[in-house]
């Protein structure tokens, strides 16, 4: 009940000024956003179709608020008169050849109108004129665009998974794909090399031999006096065999290699290190093997070896059937 | 509670606001009163409405924020949360906090009033209690809840502010301008117009509690009680006819 | 400290006074119904000035439904009441203010406002009957009216601080302060202890000795009544059941009034 001292009402009267202050405050900054206290010019504009826009959207002139929307009126079927009313303040940048166009605040927001300069020159608005207007992007327009470019986009996106999948299956990725292949390739090659090096190197003692032969120290002399000789050919003959073996089952898994991979040029395409080594490699071993050819021939001319030949011929045989028996060294004469 | 007694005690609540306007408008007007009950009404609620105003401001703004990040609106929130304080938060909490805090004091107050004969006192004593008493306090919750609102709108605007900056950075500038770009007469003084209404309805049906009483110590406490009830009740029943009638004129 | 400042008067001394014809308040027929409750049927009194009537009844008898009557809380459904020549009935709200400032009501409950101390409990109906006054006759009102009640020193105390007794001394006051003619005391002694019951007993004496006022009093209390009352009224069954002097009634042979005084 009546206790007022005058501290309660000072204080009542704060409470009271600070909430009405508010509120008028907020009304007032409101109005002021929406130019109801500045001065303003009404002017016109006739849109066909004015998307939606409300009486209190903005009027914008190069994106700064100048006005706002007083009114919107139907002509008749097809026109819409906007009515703007634009603060004073701005009424010497918005020229008579102003054009009004309908546009949107972002992707979502407010309808607004935007007016824009003209190149010409033009006095400043008056109130009441009526402004040329501009067909606006229109939204829908640009969906509808949008949409076409979208279908175009599915199908292209369709054929080229299609090649993509194509491409997958076909032996030409998978040879590209395959991570093995150079690895094995490789090896062969290496095993080709080491094959044809030994080759070489027996090709090389044969010649030697051949060559102290016809060196007139007596085959059968040279034979007596050199116990090495029959041993090392046994070992030379033996060799080859194992070397032609060896090379025989390389050349066979070269062959599978390149089968597997359809085609050499494949493999060449892939490694042109590896051709170029094989193509060395086929090379040596062809100079080899015509030495060979040559050093055989001699060798097989040769009545005293002629024997030996034979017999070397027949150990051979036995020692591919029987590989732990040590076969003995050739008697000489025999 | 069956219907006819809910019938009947509107029907009585009825008849006593008819007896509020006729007796509020006739002289004499009980000035001291009503200014005291003004202070005790608002600005000594001022505090708890102030508290829970700041609070609800911060909490909503920190709680809208990872949503709207999420569909990369950050800069809306300022404009959401304006909106949701001023045209509902503020409004109903205010009036919650309200019915709380001064319908129960009105409730046990006049109650305890009429069970001690005070009221028949003032009667005797040349003062028309409904005057002194009920005019008086109708009238300070009518005016003082909308000055209330107002200032828990503040409030929770400014603490919005804080919660916008305590996880990004806006100027106060920026801040008011993007409320102020998408508030519109039409959304704020519906907003401020319906506290009326709260403040009203929560001191009538406050004093019509107390006022009534029955005569015995219990009857203060199921006054009180009462009052709080009936009174948030109220609110939120008036805010859904302010939501509908505003909706209905356009207003939203 | 709660000892009463005037001196009592011997209840030989209660001779009517000055003009002992004089009626300031006469109930005629009052009747008044609640639903089947007929409370009062055809009432009638006559309080003469500077006289004390105690209305005796059991309770729910319609004792302070009379009194509400008189003083215009209750509207009754026959009969009129005239207090100082004014028809209570007939008064609109302006006349009924007006006539109740002289006409001092102190409650069962004595009714003091909670929220005021006991200085602005005392001047709460002063100032509410418009009367002009000035500060320093408010003060001198204030600190009169406690002197008669033996309570000069409490003015600045809330009610709740203070005893029962002290309670109803300071409903007194209040209701003294605006020198009423006619006091109704609603059950002054109820709820008091018998030592302090007969203090305020000897209070109704005293103020009624300085200020010449009429009282009616309310109560169930023998010894209140054989204290205060020039006359007595025993309220039975709505109506005047037996009218007298207190040795008058205590020597009634009807058993319903004798029930009374046992």
Known sequence: MSQNSPGNTVRLGLFTVLGVGFLLGLLYLMGRQQNLFGRSLVVRADFRNVSGLLTGNSVRLGGIAVGNVKAIDLLNDSTVRVSM??????????????????????????????????????????????????????????????DISNKNLVAITRSLRQMTAKLDTSALWQLLNDQQLPAHVRQSLGHVAAAS???????????????????????????LTDKALPAQLGHAGR???????????????????????????????????????????????????????????????????????????????????????????????? | MSVTTLLAETGTITRFAGRFFREGFRPRYEWQELLYQCYAVGYQSLPLVGITGFIMGLVLTLRLRPTMVQFGAESWIPVMVGLTIIQELSPIITGLMVAGKVGSSIGAELSSMRVTEQIDAMDVSGTNPFKYLVVTRVLATTLMVPVLTLLSD??????????????????????????????????????????????????????????????????????????????????????????????????? | MV????????PAAAAPLPAPTEAVLTVAGVSLTFGDNHVLQDFSLTLNRGQNIVVLGKSGAGKSVLIKCIIGLLKPDAGTITVLGQDVGALDHAGLDRLRTKLGFLFQSNALYDSMTVRENLLFPLRRQWLAHTPTQENELVQQALTDVGLADTAALL?????????????????????????????????LDPITGREIDHLIRAVQAKYNTSALIISH??????????????????????????????????????????
């Open chain 2, 154 to 252: 503040a409030i929770g605007l400014f603490s919005a502010y804080v919660g916008v900056n305590m996880q990004g950075s806006t100027s106060l500038m920026l801040f008011v301008n993007h409320i102020l770009g998408r508030l519109t007469y039409g959304q704020v003084l519906p907003a401020v117009a319906k506290t009326f209404f709260f403040g009203f309805a929560i001191g009538l049906i406050s004093c019509y509690k107390g006022y009534y009483a029955s005569n015995d110590t219990a009857g203060v406490g199921r006054a009180a009680n009462s009052a709080v009830v009936a009174g948030s009740l109220a609110v939120f029943l008036l805010d859904l006819v302010a939501v509908l009638v505003s909706t209905a004129l356009g207003l939203i």
């Open chain 3, 159 to 191: 009610p709740a601080a203070l005893s029962g007794g002290m309670r109803k001394r300071i409903a007194l006051a209040r209701t003294l302060i605006l020198r009423p003619d006619i006091i109704l005391y609603d059950e002054p002694t109820t709820g």
């Open chain 3, 221 to 262: 209390d023998l010894a209140c009544v054989r204290l205060t009352a020039d006359r007595v009224v025993l309220l039975a069954e709505g109506r005047c059941y037996a009218e007298g002097t207190y040795a008058e009634l205590s020597a009634n042979e009807d058993p319903r009034v004798h029930d009374f005084f046992i």
């Open chain 3, 3 to 10: 000892k009463p400042m005037l001196p009592t008067p011997a």
């Open chain 1, 85 to 146: 009313s634009l603060s004073t303040d701005a009424q010497g940048f918005v020229r008579q050849n102003a054009v009004a166009a309908i546009g949107t605040d972002g992707l979502v927001g407010n309808t607004i109108i935007n007016l824009t300069a003209q190149a010409a020159p033009a006095p400043p608005v008056q109130s009441g004129d009526v402004l040329r207007t501009k067909t606006p992007l229109a939204l829908d327009a640009m969906l509808g665009t949008l």
């Open chain 1, 239 to 334: 060799q080859l065999a194992s070397t032609t073996d060896t090379l025989a089952a390389t050349v066979a898994g070269l062959r599978h290699q390149l089968l597997a991979g359809r085609g050499p040029a494949h493999t060449l395409l892939a490694d042109t290190t590896a051709a170029r080594q094989v193509r060395q490699s086929l090379r040596s071993v062809q100079q080899s093997t015509q030495k060979l050819d040559q050093s055989m021939t001699a060798l097989q001319h040769n009545f005293l070896l002629r024997g030996y030949f034979k017999k070397q011929a027949k150990q051979k045989a036995r020692a591919a059937a029987d590989s732990v028996a040590h076969p003995g060294p050739p008697r000489p004469g025999s």
């Open chain 1, 197 to 223: 090096a030994q080759l070489q190197r027996a090709a090389t003692d044969a010649a030697q031999l051949t060559q102290g032969v016809r060196q007139g120290r007596g085959p059968l002399g040279y034979l």
